[in-house]
């Protein structure tokens, strides 16, 4: 009967580790409904540091952070949520609002703007996933048309061409427009300025002159990572080194 | 020992002496010519055999000047060794950098210095301020050689063509109505650096400094035939306040310069000097014309251009006590400088608050525009649904030489009643507008992601994009088999030759007569043969099949396999009691055998 009750527990107990995430995540919202943002952020940040990457654990520690008044941190896990969920509008809408409360305004920050911001934000609600799906549905369709036209003499009829050149264009269009977003949003790599002002310096060493200064919030690009120093660069095209725990990639 | 003792005593009892030996004199310098560009020093030297503590003078009002800078101090002792006997002299100099108003007299009135509590009046200097250089133009001939004492006569720039220009964009406007002034370094010769502006005092004027940077606005300008790169240094609105003429004096600005060198060593390695030089603009009058009275709304409160306005009131559903954010904008050409909110006027339904500036957009000097907004906090004091005052704002339009007035009505609020008694604060820093805040947190409904890659950037999920690829020859082959099998009955009948013999065997083991067995198991060779060729089997004599199967390349071995499987079958028919007829079995895996090897030879 012991041996029985000791097989029950081990059974049990991956059961209770798999829950366990889930209650953190819930105790967590709580605090942070209660407005204990310090709690909130803490309970979120275990989490996301145990390896769960979850776009509304990502979005919920941005709005603790942002509350706490923690703007770095705040626009950091915004980006990760939007990486992980692209389609949210509330979270491209803090995103918004906690950059138009940063010292630094850089280009591109205030959102997308340009002939292509439409585009771009129906590539975001769709998903990487989707539009990924839609070429591979779209490639499959083109290759059994193919197999269909090409096993028959005269297999190719006017119609079946249609098809195929429509297949071909969605699989093109979608495989396209997919490669874009997967480019937009995890091709370059990029950084977050944690700090409240960071010089940038023109090479990875305090003795370096400074170029340029970041504040706090600053979302700029990773060029390359030496000895403790990142190259970062702006949308402008300038670029320097600063400390690598002076920004955190997103 | 005792020689080097004296001396030591010498130089403290020198010393130690008192200051009856101090002088005190005044000099200003250059000696020659100065004008209204010229950077005059002002030179305060005190020397004595000692001097003692010396207070800061206290420049007396000067005519036609004003101080720059200073003073500098520098101290200069010297001993000397006559005879045995040592004699110090000592000298302060307080230097003042002195800058001229304006063409004319000048005086610098004696200066009083207290020496050791002992006060000395220096002489008053007096001297005739010339016309300096203002505009760009031609500039005057080089001075002398390098060592013309350039200590003693600094060097004013007459001959190095940089001038300081302003200019306003309209000499003639309205009171109220802006108009821009640029202040610009024309400059023929390397500009390396100006050290700032000093500007005139704008009476009658209102001004507003614009954004200027002197590298990033740098034109190119041809004046009398000579090109200029010309550099904005100061760019304001200027508005009067009066009518009548009403000039902007000089502005006065320092410049450094690059000068080609006199020095013909220096000059062919093309290295230059650098001089500051002053420059000053030159006068500018403005004709500020009154406003005409005819026409003047009671609503004016003098703003001057051409504006609009836009409303904005949210949110437009409250409860009562709640605050609701009035946005006012004013946008347009002109300046509101000075000039009061757009008038809201009172209402019994709501408690207004005093407005306050959230946004303010000025142009640049090519571009004289404003954009100004205001806001409002209204905050209802009863339920119901009612309408918020109109807003009103009036101007004065110089292009059309009339006064506009612009008015708006503000959407209608819908006010419920509130929770609580209604509490309305006094100031207006205890109301705050409904502020954009966060989306709050998302609650958790399904379980959390684990995370990982993507699903559209796995491998697997990316080499599903080659397998279609891969499996097109695949089903073309497969879908022209199938389609020949469909239409090919020879071919359909060849390929299925083997599945034929087989059934007709496996029938022919059910046949329980010997003779029929054999003659079952004959017919299947025959017949697969027959089919393979897709000809009748009927008729077909050994000496053909077995022909036909040597065309089709299968070996004598086979061939005499099949031959004798067949004759064993006629013998066993015929001849029922011999022994080879009892062996049904082998009879009939002989024949499967030879099934399986003509498929694989044919």
Known sequence: ?250 | MRTLLAAVLAILAGLAARADDVRVSANVFPNGRITDTTQVRLVIQIEGSSIPDVSTPHLPAMKNLRVGAGPQTSRNSSYSFVNGRVDSSNTLTLTYVLLPSAPGPAEIPGVDVVVGGTTYHTQPIRFVVQEGRSGPGAPAAPRGRMDDDALAEPDDGSDVDVSLEARVSDREVFVGEPTTLEVAIYAAAPVVGFNGLQPPALGGLWSDDLAVDANRDRRSETVGGRNYTVFPVSRKVLIPTRAGKITVDPFLGQIQVRRSSRDPFRSFFAIGDFVNILRKTRPIEITAKPLPEEGRPAEFTGAVGSYRMKLAAAPASVAVGDAVAVHVTIEGRGSLLGIPPPHLAAAPEVKTYEPKVIEEEKGTADRLSIRKTWEWIVVPVRPGEFKLPAITFAYFDPQEARYEVVSQDLPVLTVRRGEGPVEVGTARAEVQAPTKDIAFAKRRTTLLSEGGEPLARRPAFLALFAVPWALVPIGIWWGRRRERLLTDTGFARSRRAARAAARRLAKAADRPDAQAFHQAVAHALVDYVADRENRSGAGLTYDQVDDLLARRGVDEGLRRRYRGCLERCDFARFVPDAPAASNRTEILHEARAIIVALEEAW
């Not at chain 1, 919030?217 to 320097?240: F, N």
């Open chain 1, 1 to 250: 009967m012991r041996t029985l009750a000791i097989a029950a527990l081990l059974l049990a107990a991956p059961a209770a580790q798999a829950a366990e995430p889930e209650d953190s995540f819930d105790r967590a919202y709580a605090a942070y409904s209660q407005g204990n943002w310090d709690l909130a952020a803490e309970g979120f940040r275990t989490l996301a540091r145990q390896g769960v990457a979850d776009a509304r654990l990502e979005y919920n520690l941005a709005g603790a952070e942002y509350k706490r008044g923690r703007l770095g941190e705040a626009v950091l896990h915004y980006e990760r949520a939007r990486r992980l969920d692209p389609a949210d509008d509330d979270t491209r809408e803090n995103l918004a609002l906690v950059r138009g409360k940063l010292r630094d305004v850089l280009p591109g920050d205030s959102g997308d703007e340009g002939p292509l911001a439409g585009i771009r934000t129906l590539q975001d609600r769709l998903g990487v996933t989707v539009q990924a799906l839609v070429a591979l549905v779209a490639v499959w369709i083109g290759a059994i048309l193919v197999v269909a036209g090409g096993s028959r003499a005269g297999g190719f009829t006017p119609a079946r061409s249609w098809l195929l050149a429509g297949a071909g264009a969605i699989a093109l269009l979608a495989g396209l427009s997919w490669r874009a977003t997967d480019a937009r949003l995890y091709g370059t790599p990029r950084a977050v300025v944690l700090s409240a002002s960071v010089e940038a310096l023109a090479g990875p060493g305090l003795e370096n002159a400074a170029v340029f200064t970041l504040h706090e919030g600053a979302t700029v690009e990773v060029r390359a990572e030496r000895d403790g120093w990142m190259q970062v660069a702006l949308p402008t095209g300038a670029s320097g080194w600063v400390g690598a725990r002076a920004a955190e990639r997103i």
